[in-house]
DNA sequence: AACGCGGGGAC
DNA sequence: GTCCCAGCGTT
């Protein structure tokens, strides 16, 4: 009997994955429904998120905005610190408008296809696909990072993923495996291979369910794939913030929506001088991000007189509060532990 | 095509 | 320290 080219028979890993997917598949919240707006908001979480990250996010986020109405009708200082500690703040931002336009645009009712679903704020191909396949059974591959990993090992190739062609390059792989029925099933069990079995370090070959259909483990390559060109580099930061205080007060102001930490609350960054006499100390936080190692100075500026504090955030347009108070408020992960610090003291 | 955008976990 | 995560918007 001539042996089938196991290279080839692509639809059967896709209906290997199927079939380990339905012994396999993790426990997770958003998996007991399929609420498209549930899923949406699930899937605009994770972006760039651990799910361990994201998971309590999730949680939270839908039960206090269990609808698209309600979140569309929510402030979004509120809808932000939901999203406190999770970054991408933007995401957040483009959730709330994309709700409103839910509302506006198709009558309060969530879109049900990959092209209606992509019109959304803050929604691109990858979240389209995953909300359509999931909730309406749309046959269109979730293409993201661990689409990417284990393609382009079960292949072996060396196509670098961070060019912007390769998201039509793997669709048309991802196309050459996916199968006609249960696309959303498919679509979860990439991502659960690539989080549990194909993860980028210490991959789990051994219970790999499609091991024997793969061209990277059969030559001894795995880790050598996805070929990724696109270096990151750090660049150093210094911000400087003043801490205006009196008695428990201080002052405050939002961020806009361009830069980092988007409509995120933070501390004046300068004083006019009448002020400057006013400094007791200053203190350097440092903060790490992905591309940025942030050196943030805080001056502490202590004010004993209530009416000039008044006129100073009036003429200024900042915000007083409280520690109590600012727990309303979002703030930047290194502000937040500056002020947990102040005040657990 | 290139870059900006957070925070956290694994190693 | 490095890499990467259920990516997207802007230029």
Redesign the pocket.
């Known amino acids: 009997m001539k042996k089938k080219n196991k290279y080839t028979d692509f639809l059967n890993i896709g209906l290997k994955l199927l079939k380990w997917y339905d012994l396999n598949a ?1 426990d ?1 919240p ?2 007991k429904t399929k609420n498209p707006y549930h899923i949406w908001v ?2 605009i979480v ?8 994201g998971k309590n996010h999730y949680l939270n986020f839908v039960e206090r905005f269990p609808t698209v109405e309600s979140l569309s009708s929510a402030e979004i200082d509120e809808v932000l610190l939901y999203w406190k ?6 995401r957040a931002i ?1 959730l709330h408008k994309a709700a409103q336009q839910v509302m506006e645009d198709f009558g309060g009712t969530f879109p049900d296809s990959f092209s209606e679903i992509l019109k959304l ?8 696909a ?1 909300v359509s396949s999931i909730c309406f059974e749309e046959k269109v591959p979730a293409i ?3 689409f ?2 284990v393609l382009s090992r079960v292949f072996a190739d060396d196509f670098d993923v961070s ?3 390769a998201y039509a390059y793997f669709y048309e792989l991802a196309l050459l495996i996916m199968p006609e029925e249960n696309p959303g099933n498919f679509n ?1 069990a990439i ?2 291979l ?2 549990e079995i194909c993860k ?3 991959p789990q070959c051994e219970i790999c369910p499609i091991q024997e259909n793969c061209l990277a483990y059969e030559t001894g390559k795995v880790l050598e794939f996805p070929v ?1 060109s ?3 580099k ?1 660049v150093d930061l210094k911000l400087h913030y003043y801490y205006i205080m009196y008695e428990d007060k201080f002052l405050i102001k939002q961020r806009d929506d ?5 409509k995120l609350y933070d501390f004046p960054e300068s004083i006019s001088q009448e002020l400057e006499n006013f400094v007791v100390e200053e203190k350097t936080v440092y ?6 190692n942030l050196e943030i100075s805080i001056s502490k500026v202590i004010l004993q007189d209530k009416t000039s504090f008044e006129k100073y955030a009036q003429k200024h347009q900042l915000q007083i509060t409280d520690y109590e108070n600012s727990h309303q408020k979002s703030f ?3 502000l937040e532990n500056y002020l947990k610090k102040t005040f657990e003291n």
């Open positions: 993790r997770l958003w998996r699930c899937e994770l972006q760039q998120t651990r799910v361990e990250q500690g999770l970054g991408y703040y933007s483009n704020k803050g929604v691109g191909k990858y979240t389209a995953a993201d990072g661990n990417y990993r060019s912007p062609k979860q991502m659960d690539g989080s980028p370090k210490n990724k696109k270096k990151v750090a361009s830069f980092i930490w988007k903060h790490k991000l992905t591309h940025k930047p992960k290194p």
